[in-house]
């Protein structure tokens, strides 16, 4: 079983930063994508950034050049930088992996439970 842990959500005004962190653990072989989603009231889920174990990444249009992830493979942990946030930043942040475990060959997609993230205008 895998588990991923979230942590660094909360309020903040437009313009501040805030920073994710989500750890992975459990019966982990490999990670193979490491990526936050995020998820607004009344809205659906989408990607915010993304990183494979080479460490390419991907960003949605709305949030690059203001966000960055990064991954630390050998603590199985990703991370989101969230600088110059504004009012439709604000959702739900989920922290999604895709998982090798010790007990399959195929790979997991896991995600962590969410944290919130509000930014105040």
């Known amino acids: 079983q895998v588990q991923l842990v979230e942590s660094g959500g909360g309020l903040v005004q437009a313009g501040g930063s805030l920073r994710l962190s989500c750890a992975a653990s459990?019966?982990?072989?490999?990670?193979?994508?490491m990526g936050w989603y995020r998820q607004a009231p009344g809205k659906q889920r989408e990607l915010v950034a993304k990183?494979?174990?080479?460490?390419?990444?991907n960003y949605a249009a709305s949030v690059k050049g203001r966000f960055t992830i990064s991954r630390d493979n050998a603590e199985n942990t990703v991370s989101l930088q969230m600088n110059s946030l504004k009012p439709e930043d604000t959702a739900v942040y989920y922290c999604?992996?895709?998982?090798?475990?010790?007990?399959?060959?195929?790979?997991?997609?896991?995600w962590g439970q969410g944290t919130l993230v509000t930014v105040s205008p």
């Open positions: 459990g019966s982990i072989r490999s990670i193979t994508t």
């Open positions: 990183i494979i174990s080479g460490g390419s990444t």
């Open positions: 999604n992996a895709g998982v090798l475990t010790t007990s399959s060959y195929r790979i997991l997609e896991v």
